[in-house]
């Protein structure tokens, strides 16, 4: 594991630790004013891990270099719940921009760089401290995610000439805390997780890849949804 998904994951479950006994026992006091309905949208850095070749143990991986992430989430409380209302589901869109490394490979040579962006649309089921000022949370859903590597036409990179896509499934994992300065507004600290199991790209074959991310965001909860 490298320097900077130690950090990543550090940085989130430090946020899960309780700030003090004075909040924490404030919070125990307090009943639930949380709304059923919540939207919320942050950004972060990425941090993608080496792209593997699926059928093919002697390619090497494709190196990667991590870069932005930004997106947007919406859920809500499922109803009937009777042990005080800690199971949520949401629907999230992440978006990342990595870039594909220069990179040697034996018996083919140096192939070029090139910009990858890197679109996650994951659907999870949350579970959720829904009291007090300081609300820690994590979730696991599955994803869609669809990868696209800007090439250039006239030099190869690992993926082949020009541009290259695909779109796989996968799975999604997050965890985090959330902080309610108000019923309705929060900010929140995020550490996120999806692997791709068999992106196939055009020239490069089928390939599985992991990117994990940290993000920071603002939330507004609100009463119910009307529809025109």
Request: proline share 5%.
């Given at each position: 594991?490298?320097?900077?998904?130690?950090l990543?994951?550090?940085?989130?479950?430090?946020?899960?630790l309780?700030?003090n006994?004075?909040?924490?026992?404030?919070?125990?006091?307090?009943e639930s004013q949380?709304n059923?309905f919540?939207?919320g949208?942050f950004?972060?850095?990425s941090?993608?891990?080496?792209i593997?070749?699926r059928?093919?143990d002697?390619?090497?991986?494709?190196?990667?270099?991590?870069?932005f992430?930004g997106?947007?989430?919406?859920?809500?409380m499922?109803?009937?719940?009777?042990?005080?209302k800690?199971?949520?589901w949401?629907?999230?869109y992440?978006?990342q921009n990595?870039?594909?490394?220069q990179q040697?490979?034996?018996?083919?040579?140096?192939l070029?760089?090139?910009n990858?962006h890197?679109?996650?649309?994951?659907?999870?089921?949350i579970?959720?401290r829904p009291?007090?000022t300081?609300?820690p949370?994590?979730g696991?859903g599955?994803?869609?995610?669809?990868?696209d590597?800007?090439g250039?036409?006239?030099?190869?990179?690992?993926?082949?000439?020009?541009?290259q896509?695909?779109?796989?499934?996968?799975?999604n994992f997050?965890?985090g805390?959330?902080?309610?300065?108000?019923?309705?507004?929060?900010m929140?600290v995020e550490y996120k997780?999806n692997?791709?199991?068999d992106?196939?790209?055009?020239d490069?074959?089928?390939?599985?890849?992991?990117?994990n991310a940290v993000a920071?965001?603002?939330?507004?909860?609100?009463?119910?949804i009307?529809?025109?």
């Open positions: 594991m490298n320097k900077c998904r130690r990543a994951i550090s940085l989130a479950f430090m946020f899960l309780p700030i006994g004075y909040v924490m026992a404030s919070e125990d006091k307090k949380e059923p919540y939207v949208v950004g972060g850095l941090f993608p891990q080496d593997t070749f059928h093919s002697s390619t090497p991986g494709i190196d990667m270099k991590g870069g992430s997106g947007l989430k919406t859920g809500w499922l109803p009937g719940q009777e042990y005080g800690w199971f949520n949401e629907f999230e992440w978006y990595n870039r594909v490394k040697t490979f034996p018996g083919i040579g140096t070029s760089g090139a990858g890197f679109h996650i649309f994951s659907s999870n089921f579970l959720r009291t007090g300081i609300q949370y994590l696991l599955p994803s869609l995610v669809y990868a590597i800007n250039s036409d006239s030099t190869a990179t690992a993926f082949g000439t020009g541009n896509s695909a779109t796989s499934y996968g799975l997050l965890v805390t959330r902080v309610k300065f108000t019923d309705t507004v929060g929140f997780r692997t791709a199991f992106a196939v790209f055009n490069a074959g089928s390939t599985r890849f992991t990117t920071v965001g603002v939330t507004w909860d609100f009463e119910s009307t529809l025109p």
